[in-house]
């Protein structure tokens, strides 16, 4: 097996070498899901993946109950006052998570819309915590970078307004693009790079470029799936309207959610002050497993990243010790005791976008992230590897 691991990972690394490293998710996923092994299969493969490049064309959506796509988020009616105040219209109703994907620092502001009458459903037993959709939902993931972390009143910049609408087959993806103004959001087809000013809760001053991807790498990572939409992330504690504290009990009260889901794993803050264990491992289902589970664009590797294969006492699926083409001259993917070791953590402060992880488009390591997980690595034992 370590051949043809092996060989296709070089297969990938060539092509994404051949292109614009932001093209590199199509073409991976190319790679893993329908290239053979062996040499003659890969390299037809690789000419119909350079050929197969394309610039992503805008894809506008209709308001919910219409066939009309629009170009302009004012036109789809789903906020009401001022657009960039991002006010629910009525039946709009919002939601939050409990680990957001990090995105460069973005912050996000969520929304679903469901179609008259219908709900989404708990799933019925507790081999999965994914809600069930239904077709002509819309999800809507405002990102946005506040002026001044530390002083609410200075507002915010809104960089992209992304959809997922549910059909019958699976996900239209969309994104629209904020003007300068922040009066309206225009339908884009992505792979730009928006410039960014902000300062953090630290007052530390932000001059960077936010990276919109192209809507054709928008299923790298959903997979026709809505990905915050499980037990794990909708768990969550809070002030809700009618006075809920959990947000699980006001989506019930509310009629959205049909019945209450089996309980199981809810993931905590990786910055917060839960058990560093359940911080580490909350982080990498949040970040990594959508592309590393069983399902997923890096299933190949079998590198499992959600929360289920991440208990440090599982050896078998953790890459505790596994040996990998060095990065930054460390050759396991998790040394116990030793982050400064583990090539995983080589991968995610890379600045080489070809082996930076997770692969997406992220430009900036994750420093907090990194050491959460160090920590984790670090608390391993024993220590080192054989
Ligand atoms: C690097 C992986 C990745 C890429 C690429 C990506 N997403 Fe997502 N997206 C996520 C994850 C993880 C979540 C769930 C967490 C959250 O809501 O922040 C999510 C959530 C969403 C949601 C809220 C509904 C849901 O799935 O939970 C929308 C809408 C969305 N994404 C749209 C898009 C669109 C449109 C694109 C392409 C322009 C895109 N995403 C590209 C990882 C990704
Ligand atoms: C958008 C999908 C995607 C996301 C998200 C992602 N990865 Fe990956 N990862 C891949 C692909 C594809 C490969 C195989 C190609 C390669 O080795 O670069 C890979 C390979 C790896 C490898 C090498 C494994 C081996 O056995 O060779 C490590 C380690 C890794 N990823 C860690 C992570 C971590 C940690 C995260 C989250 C912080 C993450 N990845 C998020 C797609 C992803």
């Avoid at 290239?35 to 959506?61: R, T, Y």
């Avoid at 939050?96 to 995105?103: A, C, E, G, H, T």
């Avoid at 993931?141 to 530390?150: G, H, I, L, Q, T």
Wanted: with cysteine; aromatic share 8%; glycine share 8%.
């Amino acid at each position: 097996m370590m051949t043809g691991r092996g060989s296709w990972r070089a297969a990938i690394l060539e092509t994404i070498r051949a292109n614009d490293p932001t093209r590199r998710f199509k073409n991976a996923r190319d790679q893993l899901r329908s290239v053979p092994m062996k040499g003659p299969a890969f390299a037809l493969g690789l000419v119909v993946l350079l050929s197969s490049c394309q610039i992503d064309e805008p894809n506008p959506i209709p308001p919910p109950g219409s066939s009309t796509p629009k170009d302009h988020l004012s036109q789809l009616g789903i906020f009401q006052g001022p657009l960039a105040a991002l006010t629910p219209a009525p039946g709009v109703i919002p939601y939050d998570i409990n680990v957001p994907l990090y995105s460069d620092g973005a912050q996000k502001r969520r929304f679903m819309i469901l179609p008259p009458t219908q709900r989404l459903a708990a799933p019925v037993d507790d081999t999965t915590d994914r809600w069930v959709i239904p077709a002509g939902t819309y999800f809507v993931k405002n990102f946005f970078f506040p002026n001044d972390a530390r002083d609410q009143t200075k507002g915010i910049h809104l960089v992209e307004t992304r959809f997922l609408v549910r059909t019958a087959e699976g996900y239209l993806a969309s994104t629209y693009l904020w003007n300068t103004d922040q009066t309206d959001a225009i339908v884009s087809g992505g792979n730009v790079d928006v410039p960014v000013q902000w300062i953090d809760e630290q007052g530390v001053q932000h001059a960077q470029s936010f990276h919109v991807p192209g809507t054709s790498y928008c299923q790298d990572c959903h997979d026709q799936r809505a990905l915050g939409i499980r037990t794990r992330q909708m768990d969550l504690a809070g002030a809700f309207s009618d006075g809920s504290t959990n947000q699980i009990d006001f989506l019930m009260a509310e009629g959205v959610l049909d019945a209450r889901p089996p309980a199981g794993v809810t993931l905590s803050d990786p910055t917060g002050t839960g058990p560093m264990d359940g911080r580490a491992r909350s982080y990498l289902d949040a970040n990594c497993a959508h592309c590393h589970a069983e399902r997923g664009l890096a299933s190949g590797t079998r590198l499992y990243l959600d929360y289920e294969h991440t208990d440090p006492s599982s050896l078998a699926s953790l890459a505790i010790c596994r040996q990998v083409p060095a990065v930054a001259g460390r050759d396991r993917v998790i040394v116990p005791g030793h982050p400064e070791q583990s090539e995983f953590l080589a991968r995610m402060e890379s600045p080489d976008p070809f082996v930076r992880m997770p692969l997406g488009p992220i430009r900036i390591p994750d420093g907090a992230g990194i050491a959460v997980l160090s920590e984790w690595v670090t608390a391993m034992s024993p220590a080192g590897c054989p």
